[in-house]
């Protein structure tokens, strides 16, 4: 059986591990539908210097390659930007478990209108990690939306 | 002055690279609008195992962290995919110049509808390439695009 909150747990240690690292918190984690664990990430935009590297992107990176995805589920700590909801709709990931969408909201109901199965877990720990850092770092965090802001 | 055919030979060329190595056959580059080149880079779903190494994200990988990407014209040899498309969207890239979508329709549609400028050049050599590669190794392509094939 399938604990959603539980797999989230995976993502907020993920997320956790970004936030030591100086880095955008916010993580992912790609699991197959029996629950197992293929693949976890976070964002390394300031870690690796590459903005390619969001969380749910570097889950599915460290998944590595197989015959397709639509018998995954992906776990992130915060709603998929267009270009990680992307992902999930190009790739055929069946659903999409997150753990907030109040600090930004993605396309995951863009993914929803397409057949995705969406769980949004409201999660007040994420929700946490991502008001700090977007209190604290507003240009990090815009940078790594692709919103200018002024200087 | 912008040459979209001259920067598509940038493309084109990372593409060849890409069929060089034994990968798929996508080429794709990042420059700003005045045409400095960014960043450079092909798919490299065999040459590297990461399935998340499209070529327009290779390319946007390659160009590093910058403020924003308002800026920026993403070319590639293929009509972007969903992962792709969505790349553009997010980062806000306001132009994508394209080589062909003959062998593959991505989401170049749904951008253009999202204010993106969109140049389809139908350039014989990119469809050649794919259509060789499709032909030849249809596992491979279809692994890329996440479609699962009969065994």
């Known amino acids: 059986m399938i604990d959603p909150v539980h797999l989230l747990s995976v993502a907020r240690e993920e997320a956790e591990l970004g936030k030591a690292?100086?880095?955008v918190?916010?993580?992912?984690?790609?699991f197959d539908t029996d629950?197992?664990?293929?693949?976890?990430?976070?964002?390394?935009?300031?870690?690796d210097g590459d903005p390619s590297m969001h969380a749910e992107t570097s889950a599915f990176r460290n998944a590595g390659r197989?015959?397709?995805?639509?018998?995954t589920i992906m776990v992130t700590t915060l709603s998929p930007?267009?270009?990680?909801?992307?992902l999930v709709r190009q790739?055929?990931?069946?659903?999409v478990i997150i753990g907030e969408a109040?600090?930004?909201e993605g396309g995951h109901g863009w993914l929803e209108?397409?057949?995705?199965e969406i769980t949004l877990l409201d999660d007040p720990a994420c929700t946490a990690l991502m008001t700090e850092f977007i209190r604290d770092h507003p240009e990090l965090w815009f940078e790594d939306i692709g919103v200018p802001t002024e200087r």
């Open 66 to 71: 197989r015959p397709h995805y639509r018998d």
């Open 81 to 86: 930007c267009w270009y990680c909801s992307g």
């Open 35 to 47: 629950g197992v664990l293929l693949g976890r990430g976070h964002n390394r935009r300031v870690q």
């Open 91 to 95: 790739f055929g990931i069946g659903r």
């Open 113 to 116: 209108e397409n057949g995705v």
């Open 21 to 23: 690292e100086g880095g």
């Open 25 to 30: 918190p916010i993580g992912a984690a790609l």
């Open 102 to 104: 109040a600090t930004f």
